[in-house]
Every structure is written in structure tokens, then in C-alpha cells.
């Protein structure tokens, strides 16, 4: 093994994933820390999936370092933290936290922090990341129901999370190339710096950054700072051209769309789905808690329906603060995601096999009531989301797992539309 990556929720997995593939690396992804007898399948990279981006901070980190043990025990040369590219976590975490455990645990001095994901619109400017044209701090992500990100300086938000001292490789710096990275890394080694934020704006950026990372033990930020880190392994001569197939066969089944995100992007697309005529089924947290609606009840609706249905609890940030006052914010994530999967179990037994889920932490947990260990990568619908096939479960299953903020408006229709 030659990368070995952690990652804070199963979506951003499945993206990191695809960029290792993409960039030539055999790739597989773990649901959860592997077992001593996993089956790495004699891959390049692997990247662990975890369920910690909104977990308290502690569990996080102990998580995060079983995954470490697991990853550098079967060899890894290089770790990466992989977080979201709108750098989800509160003041507490967790990807301070994470990043200082795991700074420490491997006995290393120094790393990066570089959410930038330019293809989908994230970039960093001296030190503040950018969603589109807007700063995160006036995005939509400032209403996220978990996560708000209210700050775009992620240097602030690095000393917030963080003991550790932090320091900022700006744009100027990084267009010198590879080797003013480099210097840039040894000055902040010498001031006592660990953790630099580095400006990022394109995918030529995330190439530089990647080349200069190559001495790095640990790597932290989104998917696109990986697009560098392959060619690294290749100049070393352990790496080949590539060894990828673009071979997928998604198994028989019905088909159908699970959705909890409440993110801008995926209610564009559920409002999208819904004009053009998609049979939908909304799921009301309060209905949930007040035992109205079970998910028997959803099963039935959707077995009963023709074409793909959508199941979706995604709803205008108003109505989701209204049910956060009634039910606590955290429970009120916690019904729906329960729900939905309780729903995609009791699919699969009626012969759904075929399943796109939009929201990470919804991702986590149909993935978890499916019973699938690792994952097998597929070809990419959008930007940052694959359809991807199970590995080790009982049944073959064909799965897209969404970041709430990826894909285009049309994303659904556009994803079965390639597996048809």
C-alpha cells in the first residue's frame, strides 16, 4: 500500500476514492475501520470511511487513530485526512482534532491544510475558501443544520479547533512551483509552525501543492489536493502508468433515490426531479418521532410505485430549524437517518439493488443497513461522485453516495440515465 486515507464521512470517500483512481491508483474503500483480516485486494490506496465529521470530538479521534493503526500497519508510506471541501465542523472540530492526533501519532512535525476543490467550486484565496464566487461564510453553508460555517477564514478556524500553531502558504507562493512550496514548508518547520493553510485555484495549484507534499508523512484537506499526490508514487518508480479498467456492470434490480441532505444543491435537485414528474415521497422528521409515519409504511409506497422513486427528507432551512426546536438538533438528524435507512434495508428485501443517496451522513448509514464492507469504484456522473458497486456483501449492489453539495441540478436523472 502506498496511500493510505482517512475520511470523515462516506461520500467524501467515495470521492477521494474516485480521484486516487482517476490520477491511476488502484483504489479500494473501506465502510468503517477494516478488520485485521481485510482483503486489500493489492491495492495502491486505500481509503477508510468513516462516520466522524459530526461525532464529538474525542470519538473522532479515536476513531481516526484506529484507522491510522489499521492503514500504516498494512504499510502505508503516505496518510491522508480527507474532510469536506466547505470544511464542515464546529469551533470544537473535528478537524483540528483530528489533524493534531494524528500529527502526533505518526511522529511528524508538519502538514497541510487545503479544502480547495476547484472543479466543484471550492477554492482558497489567502487563507479564506471561496463556494463558487462567495465566501463559505456567506454560502448557503452558513445554514447548514449541523455544521454552519459562519467564518471563511480557514486560519481562524484552524486556531479555534486547534493547540497547534498555524500558518498560511499563500497563492503568490504556491504559483513559484514546487520548490517555493517546499522552502515555504521549511521556513514554517523552523518558526515552529504544523499546520499550514495553502492557497489553492486551480487544479495546476493542487499539482504543485501535491509535488511539494511528497516528503510529507500526513496530507490533510478535500479530495483535490490527492490529484497531485499520485505522480509522487510514479516518479519514485512504485507506481505504474495505470492499471485501471473502466470495466462496471451494475447487478439487475429496481432502482431508487434516498435523499436526507438539506444542502442548496440537493434541493435544486429533488425541486428538479419533482417537475419533471419523479414519484416522491417527503419524509417528516415530527411525523417520525410521533410514530405517524413508519418505514414499513415508505417501503409499500415505493415498491407499489413505477420507475425510480425518491424518498427524500430534505426541507428549506426554516422548516429544518422548526423541527431541530421541536425535536433537538441533534435527534432530529438522527430519526431521519435512522429512518432512511431502516427504508433502504426493507428495499433491498423487496429486490432493490440499485441505490442513490444524497447527504453524507444518510450515505453512512443505508451503506451500514446495507451491510456493505468496502466498495469497488465506478465511473464518475459529476464531479466528486462515482457509481460505485459493494464489495463483500451479500448481495451485488450498485450505490451513488452524494455529498450534499455535489452534482448538478439535473444529477439524479443524469446518474440512472448512465446506468440504463
Given at each position: 500500500?502506498l496511500l493510505g486515507a482517512i475520511a470523515d464521512d462516506?461520500?467524501?470517500?467515495?470521492?477521494?476514492?474516485?480521484?486516487?483512481?482517476?490520477?491511476?491508483?488502484?483504489?479500494?474503500?473501506?465502510?468503517?475501520?477494516?478488520?485485521?483480516?481485510?482483503?486489500?485486494?493489492?491495492?495502491?490506496?486505500?481509503?477508510?470511511?468513516?462516520?466522524?465529521?459530526?461525532?464529538?470530538?474525542?470519538?473522532?479521534?479515536?476513531?481516526?487513530?484506529?484507522?491510522?493503526?489499521?492503514?500504516?500497519?498494512?504499510?502505508?508510506?503516505?496518510?491522508?485526512?480527507?474532510?469536506?471541501?466547505?470544511?464542515?465542523?464546529?469551533?470544537?472540530?473535528?478537524?483540528?482534532?483530528?489533524?493534531?492526533?494524528?500529527?502526533?501519532?505518526?511522529?511528524?512535525?508538519?502538514?497541510i491544510v487545503c479544502p480547495a476543490f476547484p472543479a466543484?467550486?471550492?477554492?482558497?484565496?489567502?487563507?479564506?475558501?471561496?463556494?463558487?464566487?462567495?465566501?463559505?461564510?456567506?454560502?448557503?453553508?452558513?445554514?447548514?443544520?449541523?455544521?454552519?460555517?459562519?467564518?471563511?477564514?480557514?486560519?481562524?478556524?484552524?486556531?479555534?479547533?486547534?493547540?497547534?500553531?498555524?500558518?498560511?502558504?499563500?497563492?503568490?507562493?504556491?504559483?513559484?512551483?514546487?520548490?517555493?512550496?517546499?522552502?515555504?514548508?521549511?521556513?514554517?518547520?523552523?518558526?515552529?509552525?504544523?499546520?499550514?493553510?495553502?492557497?489553492?485555484?486551480?487544479?495546476?495549484?493542487?499539482?504543485?501543492?501535491?509535488?511539494?507534499?511528497?516528503?510529507?508523512?500526513?496530507?490533510?484537506?478535500?479530495?483535490?489536493?490527492?490529484?497531485?499526490?499520485?505522480?509522487?508514487?510514479?516518479?519514485?518508480?512504485?507506481?505504474?502508468?495505470?492499471?485501471?479498467?473502466?470495466?462496471?456492470?451494475?447487478?439487475?434490480?429496481?432502482?431508487?433515490?434516498?435523499?436526507?441532505?438539506?444542502?442548496?444543491?440537493?434541493?435544486?435537485?429533488?425541486?428538479?426531479?419533482?417537475?419533471?414528474?419523479?414519484?416522491?415521497?417527503?419524509?417528516?422528521?415530527?411525523?417520525?418521532?410521533?410514530?405517524?409515519?413508519?418505514?414499513?409504511?415508505?417501503?409499500?409506497?415505493?415498491?407499489?410505485?413505477?420507475?425510480?422513486?425518491?424518498?427524500?427528507?430534505?426541507?428549506?432551512?426554516?422548516?429544518?430549524?422548526?423541527?431541530?426546536?421541536?425535536?433537538?438538533?441533534?435527534?432530529?438528524?438522527?430519526?431521519?437517518?435512522?429512518?432512511?435507512?431502516?427504508?433502504?434495508?426493507?428495499?433491498?428485501?423487496?429486490?432493490?439493488?440499485?441505490?442513490?443517496?444524497?447527504?453524507?451522513?444518510?450515505?453512512?448509514?443505508?451503506?451500514?443497513?446495507?451491510?456493505?464492507?468496502?466498495?469497488?469504484?465506478?465511473?464518475?456522473?459529476?464531479?466528486?461522485?462515482?457509481?460505485?458497486?459493494?464489495?463483500?456483501?451479500?448481495?451485488?449492489?450498485?450505490?451513488?453516495?452524494?455529498?450534499?453539495?455535489?452534482?448538478?441540478?439535473?444529477?439524479?436523472?443524469?446518474?440512472?440515465?448512465?446506468?440504463?
Amino acid at each position: 500500500m502506498l496511500l493510505g486515507a482517512i475520511a470523515d464521512d462516506l461520500t467524501g470517500a467515495t470521492d477521494l476514492a474516485l480521484m486516487l483512481s482517476r490520477e491511476g491508483m488502484r483504489t479500494v474503500l473501506a465502510v468503517g475501520v477494516p478488520p485485521d483480516d481485510f482483503e486489500y485486494q493489492g491495492a495502491d490506496a486505500v481509503v477508510v470511511a468513516l462516520k466522524s465529521r459530526t461525532s464529538p470530538a474525542a470519538e473522532a479521534v479515536t476513531l481516526s487513530l484506529r484507522a491510522l493503526a489499521c492503514l500504516t500497519g498494512s504499510g502505508a508510506r503516505q496518510v491522508m485526512f480527507k474532510y469536506c471541501s466547505t470544511f464542515d465542523s464546529t469551533p470544537e472540530g473535528n478537524i483540528g482534532p483530528v489533524a493534531e492526533a494524528l500529527l502526533e501519532a505518526l511522529k511528524t512535525d508538519i502538514t497541510i491544510v487545503c479544502p480547495a476543490f476547484p472543479a466543484n467550486g471550492r477554492t482558497v484565496y489567502q487563507g479564506h475558501l471561496f463556494v463558487g464566487d462567495q465566501l463559505l461564510s456567506e454560502s448557503p453553508m452558513k445554514d447548514h443544520p449541523l455544521t454552519p460555517m459562519t467564518d471563511s477564514s480557514l486560519v481562524r478556524l484552524m486556531h479555534a479547533q486547534t493547540r497547534l500553531p498555524v500558518g498560511l502558504v499563500d497563492r503568490k507562493t504556491v504559483a513559484g512551483g514546487p520548490a517555493a512550496v517546499r522552502d515555504a514548508f521549511e521556513r514554517a518547520r523552523g518558526q515552529g509552525t504544523k499546520l499550514l493553510v495553502v492557497d489553492a485555484i486551480s487544479d495546476d495549484d493542487l499539482r504543485v501543492i501535491g509535488e511539494a507534499a511528497a516528503g510529507l508523512r500526513l496530507v490533510t484537506g478535500g479530495s483535490g489536493i490527492a490529484i497531485g499526490l499520485p505522480e509522487n508514487f510514479r516518479r519514485a518508480g512504485l507506481l505504474g502508468v495505470s492499471r485501471i479498467t473502466s470495466r462496471f456492470a451494475a447487478p439487475p434490480g429496481r432502482a431508487v433515490t434516498l435523499a436526507g441532505s438539506c444542502s442548496r444543491a440537493t434541493r435544486d435537485q429533488i425541486a428538479t426531479a419533482l417537475a419533471a414528474g419523479t414519484p416522491a415521497f417527503r419524509v417528516d422528521p415530527v411525523a417520525i418521532a410521533e410514530t405517524r409515519l413508519s418505514p414499513g409504511q415508505v417501503v409499500e409506497w415505493a415498491v407499489a410505485t413505477e420507475g425510480v422513486p425518491l424518498i427524500y427528507s430534505s426541507a428549506e432551512p426554516q422548516a429544518v430549524r422548526d423541527a431541530q426546536q421541536r425535536l433537538g438538533r441533534d435527534r432530529a438528524g438522527e430519526i431521519v437517518e435512522h429512518f432512511l435507512a431502516d427504508a433502504a434495508a426493507g428495499l433491498l428485501d423487496r429486490g432493490f439493488s440499485r441505490f442513490l443517496v444524497a447527504g453524507g451522513e444518510t450515505s453512512g448509514a443505508v451503506v451500514g443497513a446495507l451491510g456493505v464492507p468496502a466498495l469497488l469504484i465506478g465511473p464518475e456522473i459529476d464531479p466528486g461522485v462515482p457509481w460505485t458497486l459493494s464489495l463483500g456483501s451479500e448481495r451485488p449492489l450498485a450505490l451513488a453516495l452524494k455529498s450534499g453539495n455535489f452534482g448538478g441540478t439535473g444529477f439524479f436523472s443524469k446518474a440512472w440515465e448512465m446506468l440504463s
